[in-house]
């Protein structure tokens, strides 16, 4: 298990811009591959973003596709999903996670460390 803490969520106008980050702890944190989680009321938790254990290869939904970015720093222990030209659907409670394969792909059965969340909305 890796404890993580998210933190960077708020309200923001639609095309605007936010950053979270997730903390982690732990020495085994650079071994694990990590990934971002959303959900909102009634839905189930969707895969947003992964990236691999050594930042090799990043992974993401279509629908962020081309306005998220994930990051992973092993020396600072962090992991940051930099979202820009946010729309009222990226409204959601944004979870990190982290993935003990190493692998970071969008398989939320690999991810077993979740931090507590942190909202994102989006206003028009």
């Known amino acids: 298990q890796v404890p993580l803490v998210e933190s960077g969520g708020g309200l923001v106008q639609a095309g605007g811009s936010l950053r979270l980050s997730c903390a982690a702890s732990g020495r085994t944190f650079r071994n694990y591959g990590m990934g971002w989680f959303r959900q909102v009321p009634g839905k189930e938790r969707e895969f947003v973003s992964g990236i691999r254990w050594n930042a090799g290869d990043t992974y993401y939904a279509d629908s962020v596709k081309g306005r998220f970015t994930i990051s992973k720093d092993n020396a600072k222990m962090m992991v940051y999903l930099q979202m820009n030209s946010l729309k009222l659907e990226d409204t959601a409670v944004y979870y990190c996670?982290?993935?003990?394969?190493?692998?970071?792909?969008?398989?939320?059965?690999?991810?077993?460390?979740w931090g507590q969340g942190t909202q994102v909305t989006v206003s028009s």
């Open positions: 996670a982290a993935d003990p394969t190493g692998r970071g792909k969008p398989d939320i059965a690999e991810f077993t460390s």
